[in-house]
Each structure stands twice: as structure tokens, then as C-alpha cells.
């Protein structure tokens, strides 16, 4: 049996896959250990001696001088250590059905990034299968008992849940995954696409949720807020249909959206329901995120209310006009000559 444990490593990301365990489940572990001892041995990646299975007992064992076994096991990679915890995981019974999403997402994404490779622990019937042309999706479906769709969908679930913890913290992921959840799959997801615009209101929507405020769903006037990105889903009205606005304002039942006459060059605001936009990442449109930081860089200077307002005029728009973009430039150099002269 080993006591020693200044030797064995933990990764962070390779701890993210195992799904956290609800307080009666871990309450029942810690007894069990107490009781019986640790029976299970430890699995270590070998030469790197970093745990790839038994995070929880580790953590028990290690708090109450509980001693333990330990197999190693070789991995030519990262990757097929990832796959190896994640098929581990895939394995047992007790999974939430959040964490059997998340897993066969990560799953799906690993597979798909290495394409080809034979050694993610495949067997050669999946293999032969997957040379042979058959979709990924397919494949991963017939094996997990699911379909293509649920497959593709679980590896939205994953990236949402990857990046809700890069962007707010790991906690989150065990939030997400955890027995105690309340929150849905879709609202994971819409979380995710409002952290990439507005972290802070993620932040606040995912408190709401926590409190059982929305939870099944991101409240829509959490998700959305004034200036943001948004593309329009109005089949019935062909003018604005698959057009690109600015959000003017938000209320709880509606959000106001302003959108360019082409032929005019006009502004309108159009009264559109939530689920007639969707937020665009100002990343997928770098020149309005420049206009966007250069505004933001002449709010905080010492303008005069008219210039305020023209300023507000420029946040309407999607594209600056060449008019629109000479006034930008005109004042960039009114204020840098005032503050740098």
C-alpha cells in the first residue's frame, strides 16, 4: 500500500473529465474509505505520474492518511490519456446525464481533431468503419447508443461547458456537471455565447439560475444588452431578414434593434421578439470591433455633449458610412491634438 503521495501529480484538465459527485455520494465514499480502506487501486499515467483515475479517493485518502495502491499505465500522448479517462468514465453507471453529454462531446471533438490516428483507443472494427467513409457522428452514435444529432449536439454542450470555465472559472464546470444542477443543456449554452460578449452578464445570469430564478432557460434580458451584435431571423419580413443590428434597447418581453436602410441610408428601429436575434461575436466582425474600441477610447475623454451624441449615432450602425467614418476620424484627431499637443 503506498502513504507517500508528494510524487503523484494532479493535471487540471485531466481532473476536469471526472464528473464532480453530489454531497451524499461523496459523504458515502468517505465512509466507505474509512470503513473498508481503499480497495481500488489509483491509476497514474506512468513516467509522468500524474492521476488519471481516482481523483475522489486520492483527495479522501490523502485527508485521512488512508493508504492506497497505485497501477501505472503508458500513453504515447496527451490526447490518448484524455481519451483513455473519458471512455474510463463513459463506462460506469452512476453518471448525471449532463455528464454523459459532456463526455461524449469531449469525446466526439478529440476524435474529430485527431481525424485519422488509430491509437485513441480504437477498436478495429470502429476503425475499418471510420476509413470506410462513415460519418464521425454516426459512428460515435451507433457505439453510445444515441443519434448523430445527440452526438453533435452533446459536443456544443462540451465546448459551452469549456468555455463557461475558461471565462468564469473551473468552479463552474462543476456547477454545470454537478447532481445538484439546475441548469439545462440550452441555457448552458446560451451562457456560454453571452460570456463571450459579456462576461459580467454571465456572471449575473448564471447567479439567477443558480438561485432557481430561470431554471430552465437564460432569462432574455440577461442575454442581450444595448450595443451588441446581432443577426435577424424574420422570414416574413424579407427587408431585415438574415440582416445584421445593434441592439438599442432591451425590455423583458422585447428588444429593440436597429437596423440600416440600404437604399436610404437611414437608421430604424425595429421591435423584434427574443427569439428573432441572435447574438454575433464582435470577433467575427473585426472592423466594427475596432470602431467599437476606438468610441469607447473617446467616451472617456473630456468631450462636449453634441460629440456624445454622435457618438451614440456611430453605435447604431453595423458598417460606418465613408461620412460616418471621416466624423470618427475627425474627432480622433480633434482630441488627440487637444491631449497631446
Known sequence: MVDKTDNIKIDLEFKSLIPPLGTEERQQLKENLLTYGCRDA???WKKQRILIDGHNRFEICTQHG?????????FEDRDTVIAWIIDNQLGRRNLTPEALSYLRGKRYSIQKRQGQRSDLNQSDEKLTSRQSGEKLSDMMGKDYKVGSRTIERDAKYAHAIDHLAQTLGNDVRKELLGRDTRISKKATIELAQLA??????????LDSLKEGLKPLSVAPHLKFHPGALVEINTPNNKKI????????SVHEQRVDVWVRNTQTMTMHKYQLKFHQI???SFNKQPVLKDVCERIAKLRGRNIDPFEHCLLDLLEQTVVLTPIESEYLEQLEAKYRVMLYP
Open 66 to 74: 488512508i493508504p492506497f495502491n497505485v497501477v501505472e499505465l503508458e
Open 278 to 280: 441572435q447574438i454575433v
Open 196 to 205: 463571450e460578449n459579456d462576461p459580467n452578464q454571465a456572471y449575473m445570469a
Open 241 to 248: 431578414h438574415e440582416r445584421f443590428g445593434r441592439i438599442a
Open 42 to 44: 489509483l491509476v497514474l
